[in-house]
C-alpha cells in the first residue's frame, strides 16, 4: 500500500511557472512508475506525463517541451516543473501510481493559469 500526498500548484499569470509535488508514503519512488493527471470538471482525467522505475519518462503531446516530471529519491517525493503556462492548462493536478494491480492517486492540487 502506498499513500500519496500532494503540494504546491496555485495561481499564476500565462506565461508563468509552478511546481506541484507529491510525496510517497509507504513505498520508493524509485521502485515506482508514476504519473501526473490532470482534470477539468465536467471532462476526462488526462494524462500528461510518466516517469518509470527505470529514469525513463514521456509525455503527452499538450505539455511536452513545457512540463518535467522528475523525483528525488532522497525526499522520496515526484516533481511537475511547468513551465510556458497557458490558461488551459488550468485544472486539478493528480499524481498517480499502481502497486500490485491497485491505483493510488493523489488529493488532487488546483493549478490556475490567468490570461
Known amino acids: 500500500q502506498v499513500q500519496l500526498v500532494q503540494s504546491g500548484g496555485g495561481l499564476v499569470q500565462s506565461g508563468g511557472s509552478l511546481r506541484v509535488s507529491c510525496t510517497a508514503f509507504g513505498s520508493d519512488v524509485g521502485s515506482l512508475d508514476m504519473d501526473w493527471y490532470r482534470e477539468v470538471p465536467g471532462t476526462f482525467r488526462e494524462f500528461l506525463a510518466r516517469?518509470?522505475?527505470?529514469?525513463?519518462?514521456n509525455y503527452a503531446d499538450s505539455v511536452k517541451g513545457r512540463f518535467t516530471i522528475s523525483r528525488d529519491n532522497a525526499k522520496n517525493t515526484m516533481y511537475l516543473q511547468m513551465d510556458s503556462l497557458r490558461p488551459e492548462d488550468t485544472g486539478f493536478y493528480y499524481c498517480?501510481?499502481?502497486?500490485?494491480?491497485?491505483?493510488?492517486w493523489g488529493q488532487g492540487t488546483q493549478v490556475t493559469v490567468s490570461s
Open positions: 516517469i518509470r522505475s527505470d529514469g525513463t519518462t
Open positions: 498517480r501510481t499502481v502497486l500490485e494491480h491497485v491505483s493510488y
